[in-house]
């Protein structure tokens, strides 16, 4: 298995026996190869209604969730079953704001996609995110707020460093934004209801030549080396998911990080995305054995420091909501940002 090397320092990470990542440390921005045109998808996370809260519908895995439930059966159930609010920080909308920014950019014809360009098009992004969620007007005091425009500034600072890492100009996209579902026979009790996968990918590159690579921007910083195998654990799902719909291996998963400009690069194989399904299809058999009687269990961690429902979880004093049952398929509703891989 040979990883496809970024110009610049890098360093080894581990890939669990199987394909292998490096990181872009310093130097200048990648050379992409020219791939092919496409079409685009014109839907930002932001732009579908959220769903009602008392709508009962099939819950998806997304690498999100299924990372949920990893950290906190409880937060699990919070979020996909009881779909309680959560307060969106900063910067998260933030990272919203500069995703769609980026996508607005590769909208634009390669010759017009210059840093300039790049950072004029976070005014417009964060104008259609707040007119799709109002309420994030309450993250500031007002338009003139000194914070806002620091906030504003600070993510065009991210969109500047993403032109630090590859050249736009040199890169024709298949598809941004682009929803991926695939549905896995899973071995939970009944056998049913199959395990349905969904995430949204950042953006899909399609070589001449066929070869797939998937890019996710990140507004954050790089994980240290022992952190890679959970930021690779959303690339390698949204890989699972193309190879049940298209049936390719993709040849590269890449993430960009904006805040200190690293790239993570790996190169996949099939045997290790199959084993990748065995572990998502244990992960859908365990939430499927909680859903029967509602037996999602907290699992307090320092994470907890972050969560909006300590009010409602057992291990901080707080009672969780009556358990609605198990969303049955055919009630399904319509999916809201909450259900998409972030």
């Known amino acids: 298995m040979v990883a496809d090397r970024i110009p610049g320092q890098v360093r080894s990470a581990a890939g669990n026996g199987a394909g292998a990542a490096v990181r872009s440390i310093v130097g200048g921005p990648v050379r992409a190869l020219p791939y092919s045109g496409g079409t685009m998808t014109?839907?930002?996370?932001?732009?579908?209604?959220?769903?009602?809260?008392?709508?009962?519908r099939r819950p998806a895995l997304s690498p999100s969730r299924a990372a949920d439930f990893k950290q906190c059966p409880l937060l699990y159930r919070f979020r996909v079953v009881d779909r309680l609010p959560e307060t969106p920080s900063r910067p998260q909308v933030r990272g919203t704001v500069?995703?769609?920014?980026?996508?607005?950019?590769?909208?634009?014809?390669?010759?017009?996609?210059?840093?300039?360009?790049?950072?004029?098009?976070?005014?417009?992004?964060?104008?259609?995110?707040?007119?799709?969620n109002p309420e994030l007007a309450e993250l500031f005091a007002g338009p003139d707020d000194p914070e806002r425009i620091e906030w504003l500034d600070s993510a065009r600072a991210l969109v500047q460093a993403y032109f630090t890492l590859e050249d736009p100009r040199l890169v024709q996209?298949?598809?941004?934004?682009?929803?991926?579902e695939a549905e896995l026979v899973s071995s939970d009790a009944g056998g049913s209801e199959p395990l349905l996968l969904r995430g949204y990918i950042d953006r899909l590159d399609v070589a001449p030549t066929g070869e797939i690579r998937i890019v996710d921007y990140k507004s954050g910083a790089a994980p240290r080396?022992?952190?890679?195998?959970k930021a690779l654990f959303q690339m390698k799902f949204y890989a699972l998911a193309l190879l049940r719909t298209r049936g390719v291996v993709?040849?590269?998963?890449?993430?960009?990080?904006?805040?200190?400009?690293?790239?993570?690069?790996?190169?996949?194989?099939?045997a290790e995305l199959l084993r990748f399904e065995r572990t998502l299809v244990a992960i859908w058999s365990a939430i499927r054995r909680a859903a029967r009687d509602g037996d999602?269990?907290?699992?307090?961690?320092?994470m907890c420091d972050w969560c909006d429902h300590k009010a409602h979880c057992p291990a901080f004093g707080g009672v969780p909501p009556t358990y609605p049952g198990w969303p049955e398929p055919s009630s399904a509703g319509i999916e809201s940002a909450r259900d998409r891989a972030d």
């Open 296 to 302: 999602f269990r907290p699992s307090p961690s320092r």
């Open 225 to 229: 080396e022992v952190f890679e195998a």
């Open 250 to 270: 993709p040849h590269q998963l890449r993430l960009l990080y904006l805040a200190d400009r690293q790239a993570l690069s790996y190169t996949p194989d099939e």
């Open 173 to 180: 996209p298949e598809a941004c934004e682009l929803l991926v």
């Open 42 to 56: 014109e839907t930002l996370a932001t732009d579908l209604p959220a769903t009602s809260t008392a709508a009962l």
């Open 98 to 132: 500069v995703h769609a920014a980026l996508e607005r950019l590769f909208a634009l014809p390669p010759e017009q996609r210059d840093p300039g360009t790049g950072q004029e098009l976070v005014d417009p992004a964060w104008r259609d995110v707040l007119a799709a």
